[in-house]
């Protein structure tokens, strides 16, 4: 089973200032198609979680710019450019490669203001 | 607009069944799959499987066979997930996904049910 391993488990920001959060699996996401199906998603509390970046680096519709996904094969990251109040919450990346079996989370980032 | 609405809390004591509703619309029930996620208390998110809307097969991941049925209804497009023999551990938020415009993964999620088991 592909496994998704997470850091930091949880990142003080100060306002305005950047954040990024790693993802890292434990097989390549390369799917058969050249496409490389790592998604993230954000929970804010008490929220549904909500997607923002699907197949690494593109942005649902909504999804303020600041927000940004880039990475390959195993490695990967989701950067807020400038942290505003409404970013905190929990980040999770997901990876859709490997269906079937299955869909895996990783383990989540949550992301608070210093 | 794509909406899925699931039903409201419950509190169960353990031994007991529980089936969570998930109502869709906005779009063509049987195009799309139906995703369970699980969400314990202060965790993270667990994928419980999938229901393909149109042959009505069930896949469920490992940790979810057993106890865990997922149904359709489609001719009110819904989605179903029944939990039997509950157990405390059992207490959770439960969450249906849909990949309306997604691939191998979901871009639609219903506001979560809590079922919560204690006796």
């Known amino acids: 089973d592909v496994v998704m391993t997470q850091s930091p488990l949880s990142l003080p920001v100060t306002l305005g200032q950047p954040a990024s959060i790693s993802c890292r699996s434990s097989?390549?996401?390369?799917?058969?198609?050249?496409?490389?199906?790592l998604n993230w998603f954000q929970q804010r509390p008490g929220q549904s979680p909500r997607r923002l970046i699907y197949k690494v680096s593109n942005r649902d519709s909504g999804v303020p710019d600041r927000f940004s996904g880039s990475g390959s094969g195993t490695d990967f990251t989701l950067k807020i450019s400038r942290v505003e109040a409404e970013d905190v919450g929990v980040y999770y990346c997901m990876q859709g490669t490997h269906w079937p079996p299955r869909l895996t989370f990783g383990g989540g980032t949550k992301v608070e203001i210093k | 607009q794509v909406q899925l609405v699931q039903s409201g809390s419950e509190l169960k004591k353990p031994g007991a069944s529980v089936k969570v509703s998930c109502k869709a619309s906005?779009?063509?029930?049987?195009?799309?799959?139906m995703n369970w996620v699980r969400q314990a208390p202060g965790q993270g998110l667990e994928w419980m499987g999938w229901?393909?809307?149109?042959?009505?097969?069930?896949t469920y991941a490992q940790g979810f066979t057993g106890r865990f049925v997922f149904s359709l209804d489609t001719s009110v497009s819904t989605a179903y997930l029944q939990i039997s023999s509950l157990k405390a551990e059992d207490t959770a938020v439960y969450y249906c996904a849909t990949p309306v415009g997604a691939t191998r993964d979901f871009d639609y999620w219903g506001q979560g049910t809590l079922v919560t088991v204690s006796s």
């Open positions: 229901i393909n809307t149109n042959t009505g097969n069930p």
């Open positions: 906005g779009y063509t029930f049987t195009s799309y799959a």
């Open positions: 097989q390549s996401l390369v799917y058969s198609d050249g496409n490389t199906y």
